[in-house]
């Protein structure tokens, strides 16, 4: 059992090494100057579409429901326990990798969604298909590399992300915090993601549009709050991230010292797992919007990076620099709960907030998840297999509470990198269809503005 532990870490290290890091970021450098840095150019009017309306009905849901199912996936343990686990391993400067890996990372989200749009497809029930499987199949031309997607990504939302991590953190949250028992605690959330997950992608999309952004707003200002009582340390912090960037961190407390390259390699994988840019998740969760307009749901997806990463991780970052935390001798969860214990100067309200943020995140990422499940199985076996599907998902939440494998976590993590690779392929091969889409819409758009002016 050893033997076949370490062959799983081995492995995972070599999946999550550089060359996949350096193929994710190079992706994300590569669409950033092909489209003229778009996503800092642009980033206030896809800001400013979230919000706005897409009078088209080719669609499920609004694109701003697409966009909160795409961050239910996103926002989860990561912003809260990646975070702490990233910089507890490459120190303050993991933060700064992790800014550059998002930045890079929004340009891959939005050629990714922009293909998800442009290649979908209506099934036999009226609902779009879309994701990285159909640009593969119909786009790259290639079956077997859609196939091998829809497989990694199925399992990444039955034993990964989707399942065991997130049932755990809110069966550990709600006993820490409530002292509720776990058998309790797992009846409750397989009742509500049973009860939410057979409403289909509507259903999802309603609650995850509630949740999301009344959660990401609690977060940020339970965040702020630390940040603000500490407000005079703020300008030091923000400099010990830079320079630690770019230079090794010496051992201090309970942190153990990280070299140049630990920092970048712990601050970029970790900001990837977190936005999931270039994994071929989101793309899933666009394809459902109602657009008529590609590279519209192209830029509104490409937010849910900035929010996730720039905003959310940036905040538990800071918040675990300001109050010390990060050179404790907690990790995880309990280095956060320990920097909002610091700093909010509660040893009750601190922990209480991380508790609250963590359960509902990771619920949301349950109802992401199963919906990017469904979609898999619906390319690879049809509408019919859906209610089976449904079925085993929710049997899986419900043992969630009693699996305590580390096993099964080392395979989550192989499956979530290994999704991303004939993801990446189909990106670099439709590059040309990314560009020309854009091209056409930013000039369509300016003739608008032009028209506009002269009448």
């Known amino acids: 059992m050893n033997n076949l532990q370490s062959l799983l ?11 996949l890091l350096i193929l994710l970021v190079g992706t994300g450098v590569y669409f950033t100057f092909k489209l003229g840095l778009l996503q800092f150019r642009h980033l206030p009017t896809a800001l400013k579409l979230v919000f706005s309306k897409d009078k088209s009905s080719n669609g499920d849901v609004s694109s701003f429901a697409a966009l909160c199912t795409a961050l239910s996936a996103t926002i989860g343990t990561g912003n809260i326990v990646g975070v702490a686990t990233a910089i507890k391993l490459g120190g303050p400067g993991a933060l700064f990798w992790m800014w550059l890996a998002a930045l890079f990372g929004m340009a891959t989200k939005y050629a990714e969604c922009l293909l998800a749009v442009k290649y979908r497809k209506v099934d036999d029930k009226g609902q779009m298909l879309g994701g990285p499987m159909y640009y593969l199949r119909d786009g790259v031309g290639s079956k077997f590399l859609a196939t091998m997607f829809a497989v990694f990504a199925l399992g990444v939302a039955c034993f990964g992300i989707g399942t065991f991590p997130q049932v755990n953190a809110i069966l550990d949250a709600s006993h820490i915090s409530f002292g509720i028992s776990r058998e309790i605690s797992a ?34 200002l339970a965040c702020l709050s630390v940040i603000i009582m500490n407000a005079d340390q703020l300008g030091a912090a923000i400099q010990l991230v830079v320079v630690s960037a770019f230079t090794s961190t010496a051992a ?70 300001l109050t010390g935390a990060w050179q404790s001798d907690f990790a995880g969860a309990a280095m956060t709960t320990h920097a909002f214990a610091v700093g909010l100067n509660s040893d009750t309200l601190g922990p209480l907030l991380v508790s609250i943020g963590l359960i509902f995140f990771a619920f949301t990422t349950i109802l992401g998840w199963n919906y990017y499940g469904e979609r898999c199985v619906v390319f690879l076996m049809g509408t019919k297999a859906v209610l089976p599907y449904k079925i085993i998902f929710v049997g899986l939440v419900a043992s969630g509470a009693f699996l305590h494998l580390d096993m099964i976590w080392i395979i989550a993590d192989i499956v979530n990198g290994l999704m991303a690779v004939p993801n990446l392929i189909g990106l670099v091969l439709l590059r040309n269809v990314v560009i020309e889409e854009t091209k056409l819409y930013f000039a369509a758009t300016s003739k608008d503005k032009h028209d506009a002016v002269i009448a």
Do not use: H
């Open 9 to 19: 870490q081995a492995i995972d290290s070599f999946v999550w090494g550089p060359p």
């Open 252 to 321: 201090t407390g309970g942190f153990v010292g990280a070299s140049i390259m630990l920092a970048i390699q712990s601050g970029i994988a970790r900001g990837v797992f977190s936005n999931e840019s270039g994994l071929g998740s989101a793309p899933m969760a666009a394809a459902a919007a109602k657009t008529d307009s590609c590279v519209r749901q192209g830029l509104i997806s490409m937010t849910g990076t900035f929010i996730d990463t720039i905003i959310i991780c940036t905040m538990t970052g800071l918040a675990l620099i």
């Open 187 to 220: 009846s409750v959330l397989t009742l509500l993601v049973a009860f939410v997950t057979l409403g289909g992608i509507k259903s999802i999309a309603k609650v995850a549009g509630k949740v999301v952004p009344t959660m990401a707003v609690f977060y940020v």
